[in-house]
């Protein structure tokens, strides 16, 4: 029997109950039901609402089944939802008591409680997996200022840069997923208990004795929000969806890289498989797994946003939908930072052919202009002449840095001898010394600024 069938003379249909059973997925949120469930509880208790020590043997009970949950005594089966099912099995345990608990709740708001102490938690856990793979990208930083590549636009050679300059690129992006996580953080961490079904309650509740207990820094503000309000559901996702975003474009340029065209990189066995036909092969399955999942999350964001596009307040059923969606993303991200971080530092970079990358494509091109530029030429006249001193240089096969002095000076008089230390990859990089370039005091500069930026997350880091 439903602890709500009061009302009703017929029992639910068997196929009605199994579609409205939440308890195949919501189960995994047993340990915040039970959290959150304890701190109403002793609230109760000391609000003189029930007994005290009745709430203390609520309390003792609860803390029982959670025990025998986690280390398998107890399975989780036969319930509508894991809510139900802590419940009925605390009164099956200490009998009408038990029946106390839902006093000044209801489903709508503990639901909305455990959802927010899921995602707090979960949150804190991918930040620190974005921590870690930080400071990966800080330590291949350090180990490669001086490792010259090609920077690419449009997917073409563009100017020369470092692989640190690279790494730091997506530790920026890494550090921005951060501040989005701890921003999204204080707005879950909200309570939202004591707003019942959507009109709070009559009894003589404290809500800030339970927000403290459950370590919230406020509590919800208005009831009917407080029990239909998922914003903060969405903008978990979102955050996820951000983080899928720069794990794919990362992993998009090591398939890149891997490939027999580019030749930049070579694929650590740990992190590769083979084909079943084809002996040679050697496939970045991992990066294209993480590249694949992205889509996935960026799912788990559209389900959510579009179940709650049209809901009038306050709480519906279809907000039921919303789990698999969070626990989904949740499990996505989580893995692809755990193996993305483990894999990264395997890569072997083929240094010799990052190098002779930077050397093609006329990677110098924009110094050559700037050197006519500081010789007192316009830049849109030199930025003409370089354009066709590269047509001459493809016309005649060469690079820039195996023109003579006198085929400079064909184009223009304003170059000298000089210019020939100009187009070498390693002054093109280390002349360019504003904050945020490729140079080794800049690159030094921005990872101290990434250190202190994490140690600002965890200070104890």
Request: net charge negative.
């Amino acid at each position: 029997m439903k602890m709500w069938s009061g009302r009703f003379k017929g029992a639910l249909d068997r196929k009605a109950d199994a579609f409205n059973s939440s308890l195949s997925f919501d189960k995994r949120l047993y340990k915040h039901d039970v959290m959150g469930s304890i701190a109403h509880c002793t609230m109760l208790g000391e609000c003189g609402i029930i007994p005290k020590e009745e709430a203390e043997l609520i309390c003792k009970t609860l803390s029982e089944i959670f025990y025998d949950v986690k280390n398998g005594k107890l399975k989780v089966v036969g319930a509508e939802d894991i809510h139900m099912f802590i419940e009925e099995e605390l009164t099956t345990r200490i009998g009408d008591v038990g029946k106390k608990l839902h006093t000044a709740r209801s489903r709508n708001d503990q639901v909305a409680l455990d959802i927010r102490l899921y995602l707090r938690e979960e949150l804190d856990t991918i930040a620190e997996l974005l921590h870690t793979l930080i400071k990966t990208l800080i330590t291949l930083s350090n180990e490669n200022l001086d490792t010259v590549i090609a920077a690419y636009t449009h997917l073409q050679k563009a100017q020369p840069t470092t692989l640190a300059h690279y790494f730091m690129a997506y530790a920026e992006m890494f550090l921005r997923d951060l501040e989005r996580l701890s921003e999204c953080r204080l707005r879950i961490n909200v309570m939202p208990l004591g707003s019942c079904a959507c009109t709070s309650t009559t009894y003589p509740i404290d809500r800030k004795n339970v927000a403290n207990r459950l370590d919230f820094a406020d509590v919800t503000h208005n009831s009917l929000d407080a029990v239909s309000d998922r914003d903060f559901a969405v903008e978990f996702l979102c955050a996820c969806s951000i983080i899928m975003m720069h794990l794919s474009r990362f992993n998009e340029e090591i398939i890149y890289w891997a490939s027999d065209e580019f030749g930049y990189i070579e694929l650590d066995d740990r992190y590769s498989t083979g084909s079943s036909i084809m002996p040679q092969k050697k496939n970045p399955d991992m990066s294209e797994l993480i590249r694949g999942k992205t889509g996935r999350c960026y799912g788990d964001l559209m389900a959510l946003l579009t179940t709650m596009k049209a809901l009038p307040l306050a709480y519906n059923k279809d907000m039921q939908e919303d789990k698999e969606a969070l626990f989904d993303a949740v499990d996505t991200v989580k893995m692809c930072l755990d193996i993305f971080t483990d894999m990264l530092p395997t890569l072997k970079y083929n240094k010799e052919s990052l190098r002779s990358g930077a050397d093609k494509g006329f990677t110098s091109a924009t110094e050559c202009a700037d050197y006519l530029v500081k010789k007192g030429m316009p830049f849109r006249d030199a930025h003409g002449v370089i354009g066709r001193l590269v047509l001459y240089c493809s016309e005649q096969n060469k690079r820039l840095d195996e023109l003579s002095i006198g085929e400079y000076k064909s184009f223009s008089e304003l170059f000298d001898n000089d210019v020939l230390n100009c187009v070498k990859a390693e002054n093109a990089v280390q002349n360019r010394k504003a904050v945020g370039s490729p140079s080794d005091k800049a690159v030094k500069a921005e990872i101290k600024r990434a250190e202190k930026l994490l140690r600002s997350y965890f200070p104890e880091t």
